[in-house]
């Protein structure tokens, strides 16, 4: 049984925000459900009463002076901007049509 | 061509230049057009650059050779230029990651570890190449063509940080930083001859470092010798009140533990898990003899059990396609970077996936999916939840081995350096040449590869791994320094210095 179908994959993508073609849709089906089958290997650990470790080095409660100080400026947070109008970043329109 | 001289500066250690500028030998000047030189004259073949920012190495080299002479005290390495890998933002320099998503954006703000090498006077040569953000292990990821291996230029030369190694391993510069997710700067190492450190987790800050996975991601010195290594961790290491992540502890003295070279009365442990099977036989050869070495040198040697090793892998790939999903969903084409499609009517979903389908890789692609299904309600329990948990196991197994050991070892990488082409489109074969580098990054202690000889069967570099507990990164250098100075008193040379003449 193959651990991930060419549908999912699919929803992965659009999920993803990747317009996939046709013929990656095939490939990566094939790859990702190699890639699965093989790391779900860590099913095979007992560890039901494990506690979970999402970071290495646990830090908590870390802060700094709440001081101000200088941040990016304007012209240089734009600068590199794909589009730019009014001293804004121009983007895609937002809503459907109908709305 | 180049004069006897300017050959001679770029085969020097980072150490040894620092000094004949501190003395006023040579020049900062002279040390870095060295090297700007020797990448004009060689990295057509090597590619391990993807920008040269000569004007602006030469500007820190100058300004180094006016405050010697004006009596100003030199920092250690100043005037001895870096290459810097392309995934560390540098102010105006373009920074790409290896990636078409970002291909021409100028960061307008330099990462603390550009800061903290400005600070020290370090000229940065330019960005070398990598897999695209990270993801691979042979560099041929990148968007902008292969890094090819100095001692075989048909061969990879490791990755994700393949251009840094290949710089240091062609001599198109002394220093290098790489940084190192489930093995980016060790293997390549490796593979490259050359040394390679991953700090503690959090002894470097990862402030400007483009994320892949936060959780494992850490940057560190690329180098020839084991000193130049505690050189350059020492520039770049210590507190960043800008990460969050970064330990507030003062580092240990790197830079003294490679001066003593000494592991007598140290008792060095050897992970059962990660030699046997799917290890080349002239990587273990040399990995056993240089474990002889050691104790010769005066340390006891025991064998040790990581049984959670084995699930090292499996995890790796859940919890690095998870954290990557989430953090690469900020190149969405509408503040910087790429943006495609942006014509007629149609929506900022559209353009962003027409964006990211033109601008990222398939590997990125491959991890973005991957890490999307792992975190998708229905499989995150029995995936990134589980996988969170062999972790925690696998950090049982580091403690239960520090318990009886000082420091682990093991051969950096299975094989040695492998054809490109090769695995590029087998996904699955090229994660396995992380196995025995992705444990250190699962806990978040320190590591260092340092080139052991060559394997007999294919004359290319083998690396030795040594494993140290968090914050312990001083018994790195001091095993490292202690094999390295031993290996070169029999051979009578560095290993790197037999790398073929390109």
Same mark, same amino acid.
């Given at each position: 049984m193959s651990a991930i179908t060419r549908a999912e994959v699919a929803h992965l993508a659009r999920l993803a925000r990747l317009d996939l073609a046709e013929d990656e849709l095939d490939h990566y089906a094939e790859q990702l459900d190699v890639i699965l089958t093989s790391v779900a290997r860590v099913s095979e650990v007992a560890a039901d009463d494990i506690p979970p470790t999402s970071h290495p080095v646990p830090l908590v409660n870390v802060t700094r002076p709440d001081e101000a100080r200088p941040s990016l400026a304007r012209a240089d947070a734009l600068a590199a901007a794909p589009a730019v109008e009014d001293e804004r970043f121009r983007v895609p329109r937002i809503l459907e049509e109908q709305e | 061509m180049s004069t006897p001289l300017e050959r001679d500066l770029i085969r020097q250690s980072a150490a040894t230049l620092a000094e004949a500028i501190a003395e006023g030998e040579v020049s900062a000047r002279e040390v870095t057009q060295a090297h700007l030189d020797r990448i004009a004259e060689v990295d057509d073949r090597v590619h391990a650059f993807l920008h040269v920012d000569g004007q602006g190495a030469l500007a820190t080299a100058d300004a180094v050779d006016a405050s010697r002479a004006a009596g100003e005290l030199l920092g250690p390495l100043a005037g001895v230029p870096l290459a810097l890998k392309d995934i560390l933002a540098m102010k105006d320099v373009p920074t790409t990651c290896g990636s078409r998503i970002l291909e021409g954006w100028r960061p307008p703000y330099d990462a603390t570890v550009v800061e903290r090498l400005r600070a020290a006077? #370090?000229?940065?040569?330019?960005?070398?190449? $990598?897999?695209?953000? /990270?993801? *691979?292990?042979?560099?041929?990821?990148?968007?902008?063509?292969?890094?090819?291996?100095?001692?075989?230029?048909?061969?990879?030369?490791?990755?994700?940080?393949?251009?840094?190694? /290949?710089? #240091?391993?062609?001599? @198109?510069?002394?220093?290098?930083?790489?940084?190192?997710?489930?093995?980016? #700067?060790?293997?390549?190492?490796?593979? !490259?001859? !050359? +040394?390679?450190?991953?700090? !503690?987790?959090?002894?470097?800050?990862?402030?400007?470092?483009?994320?892949?996975?936060?959780?494992?991601?850490?940057?560190?010195?690329?180098?020839?010798?084991? =000193?130049?290594?505690?050189?350059?961790?020492?520039?770049?290491?210590?507190?960043?009140?800008?990460?969050?992540?970064?330990?507030?502890?003062? $580092?240990?003295? +790197? +830079?003294?533990?490679?001066?003593?070279?000494?592991?007598?009365? =140290?008792? #060095?442990?050897?992970?059962?898990? &990660?030699?046997? %099977?799917?290890?080349?036989?002239? +990587?273990?050869?040399?990995?056993?003899? /240089?474990? @002889?070495?050691?104790?010769?040198?005066?340390? @006891?040697?025991?064998?040790?059990?990581?049984?959670?090793?084995?699930?090292? &892998?499996?995890?790796?790939? &859940?919890?690095?396609?998870?954290?990557?999903?989430?953090?690469?969903?900020?190149?969405? *084409?509408?503040?910087?970077?790429?943006?495609?499609?942006?014509? *007629?009517?149609?929506?900022?979903?559209?353009?962003?996936?027409?964006?990211? %389908?033109? *601008?990222?890789?398939?590997?990125?692609?491959?991890?973005?999916?991957?890490g999307t299904y792992a975190l998708s309600s229905g499989y995150y329990d029995a995936y990134y939840g589980q996988a969170q948990k062999v972790r925690t196991l696998i950090q049982r197994d580091f403690d239960a081995a520090f318990a009886q050991c000082d420091v682990l070892v093991s051969p950096t990488a299975p094989t040695t350096a492998f054809r490109i082409g090769e695995k590029v489109d087998d996904p699955l074969a090229m994660y396995l040449n992380d196995v025995a580098t992705i444990p250190v990054n699962m806990a978040g202690n320190c590591a260092m590869s340092l080139p052991v000889g060559l394997a007999p069967e294919d004359g290319l570099p083998v690396g030795l791994q040594v494993m140290a507990p968090p914050m312990a990164d001083d018994r790195l250098y001091l095993v490292g320094g202690a094999l390295e100075g031993a290996l070169r008193d029999r051979w009578g040379h560095l290993l790197i210095e037999e790398v073929p003449s390109l």
């Open positions: - | 006077g #370090i000229p940065i040569l330019g960005k070398t190449n $990598m897999d695209e953000f /990270a993801m *691979g292990s042979s560099t041929e990821h990148s968007a902008f063509g292969p890094t090819h291996n100095p001692w075989d230029l048909d061969r990879i030369p490791g990755g994700s940080g393949g251009g840094s190694a /290949a710089a #240091i391993a062609s001599f @198109e510069a002394p220093l290098a930083i790489g940084t190192d997710t489930g093995g980016s #700067i060790r293997q390549p190492a490796a593979v !490259t001859g !050359t +040394v390679g450190v991953k700090p !503690t987790y959090g002894g470097v800050s990862r402030y400007g470092l483009v994320a892949l996975a936060s959780s494992l991601d850490q940057a560190g010195p690329c180098t020839r010798t084991v =000193m130049d290594a505690a050189l350059l961790h020492s520039v770049i290491g210590g507190h960043d009140p800008r990460d969050s992540t970064s330990i507030p502890d003062p $580092m240990p003295d +790197v +830079v003294a533990a490679a001066a003593r070279a000494d592991v007598r009365g =140290m008792r #060095i442990g050897l992970v059962r898990e &990660l030699t046997g %099977e799917g290890y080349q036989a002239g +990587v273990e050869q040399r990995f056993r003899e /240089a474990v @002889e070495i050691l104790e010769h040198l005066g340390a @006891e040697v025991v064998e040790v059990s990581c049984p959670h090793f084995d699930y090292a &892998l499996g995890a790796y790939y &859940l919890i690095l396609p998870s954290e990557c999903s989430s953090n690469l969903a900020r190149f969405d *084409g509408m503040r910087y970077g790429l943006r495609v499609g942006d014509e *007629g009517d149609r929506s900022v979903e559209e353009v962003m996936s027409l964006t990211r %389908e033109a *601008g990222f890789g398939p590997e990125v692609k491959r991890r973005i999916m991957l």
